[in-house]
C-alpha cells in the first residue's frame, strides 16, 4: 500500500480523484492553495485509489497523508 502526502501546509482547494480511480506517477492529485498560490500534488507512483482522507476546503499539514493507494 502506497500513500500521497502533502508537500506543505494549505486549504485544499480541489481534489481530481475519487476511490476507486487508477493513477500514474505525476498524476494531479490534489491541489492545494497556500500562500496565494496553487500547489498541485501530484502521485509519485501509480496506483488505485483506496481512501482519500482530506475534503476539499479543509486544511491539510505539511507531510500528512491525502490519498492512500492499493
Not at 24 to 43: N, R, T, Y
Amino acid at each position: 500500500m502506497a500513500s500521497i502526502m502533502t508537500t506543505m501546509a494549505g486549504n485544499v482547494w480541489k481534489i481530481n480523484v475519487k476511490v476507486g480511480d487508477e493513477i500514474s506517477p505525476g498524476d494531479e492529485v490534489v491541489i492545494l492553495e497556500s500562500m496565494k498560490m496553487e500547489i498541485p500534488i501530484e502521485a509519485e507512483t501509480g496506483g488505485t485509489v483506496s481512501e482519500i482522507l482530506v475534503e476539499e476546503g479543509s486544511f491539510v499539514n505539511e507531510e500528512e497523508v491525502i490519498v492512500k493507494l492499493d
